[in-house]
């Protein structure tokens, strides 16, 4: 039994593609960007250029992959990438296969970003007996919202594969529809693109804020790492739109506690980094609103950081052989 595989981690901007050992460790990792303009082809063939590259000096069992979503887990097919224009139905496991003859199974990023977590990161030390937990959620943060659940120490997927949209949580009936169809959705009220635009319609209504001074004095400029390091430094409308965005998250903590029943809750992705001023506000709605038992549940930010999904393809890919 080899004691090593080929992990890749496929995103809109870079991918990366690493060897790792069953203990999670890095042995070998190239990065590249994506250059998502040069459309799949393009791209996956110089994925499979970097994993050769690996491939000289070692001998992997299998390879696993972190890829966006929605996908389909059992045909290995990317159905729909959002950020990425052109991947449509790109039979990418079957690519990999028919280049590397190596077995090969991907998932959805957050979905391994959150597998990566309970058996590497965060959830590995956090049970009770102080090994690894065998239930956790996992909630991603940044351009938009996504999770994983691991329940029973197994990923959870569903019938089609597509379980664990906690983006789509519906807070809202009453707000719009703007993504999807889906009214007043968790993604549209705490994602970094929400933060910004929340923060820009606070601006046109004349609050002073440290907020425009580092958009440039433009509001329509206004990103949510604006609101975050007008936060940071004490800012007062920053400070606002930040526990606000806290609570929001906390409700979407809420549902997901109450639908998996977690031994934790982990979340990373950019949004997260705002850190404890995001944090607070999320714990104690959960204190205030979750039902008893679920009120002291651990709610922490990723222990591996961008390795995260690499190391749930890893975790994936061990599993598959």
């Known amino acids: 039994m080899t004691d090593t595989v080929l992990a ?26 994506t250059r998502i303009e040069e459309g799949p082809d393009a791209t996956i063939a110089r994925l499979i250029d970097s994993a050769r590259g690996i491939l000289a000096e070692s001998s992997p069992g299998a390879i696993g992959v972190a890829a966006p979503g929605p996908l389909d887990p059992f045909k290995g097919v990317i159905l729909m990438a959002p950020n990425m224009p052109g991947w449509i139905n790109v039979p990418l496991r079957d690519k990999l296969v028919n280049a590397l003859n190596l077995p090969c199974v991907i998932d959805n990023d957050a979905n391994l970003a959150g597998l990566g977590e309970q058996r590497y990161g965060a959830g590995s030390h956090a049970g009770a007996d102080g090994g690894r937990v065998r239930n956790l959620v996992y909630f991603t943060v940044s351009t938009g919202v996504g999770g994983g659940a691991i329940c029973d120490d197994r990923l959870i997927r569903g019938a089609r594969g597509f379980a664990t949209e906690f983006g789509y949580f519906i807070l809202d009936m009453n707000a719009p529809a703007e993504r999807a169809g889906v009214p007043g959705n968790l993604e549209d009220m705490c994602s970094g693109p929400a933060i910004a635009r929340y923060a820009q319609q606070r601006l046109l209504t004349g609050r002073a804020s440290r907020i425009l001074e580092l958009a440039g004095g433009i509001a329509g400029q206004v990103t949510a790492r604006h609101v975050s390091e007008a936060a940071q430094a004490g800012d007062a409308l920053a ?40 944090f607070e506000p999320m714990r104690a709605t959960v204190r205030q609103f979750a039902l008893a038992p679920y009120r002291d549940i651990p709610i922490v930010r990723v222990a591996l950081g961008d390795d995260a999904g690499l190391a749930g393809a890893a975790a994936l890919a061990f599993e598959s052989m």
């Open 239 to 278: 400070l606002e739109i930040v526990r606000r965005t806290g609570r929001i998250l906390g409700y979407g903590v809420i549902n997901a506690i109450h639908a998996f029943d977690p031994e934790i809750v982990v979340l990373g992705g950019s949004v997260t980094l705002m850190g404890e001023l995001l």
């Open 8 to 33: 890749i981690d496929l995103g809109g901007t870079n991918f990366r593609v690493a060897l790792m050992d069953r203990a999670g460790t890095v042995l070998r990792k190239d990065r590249q960007p």
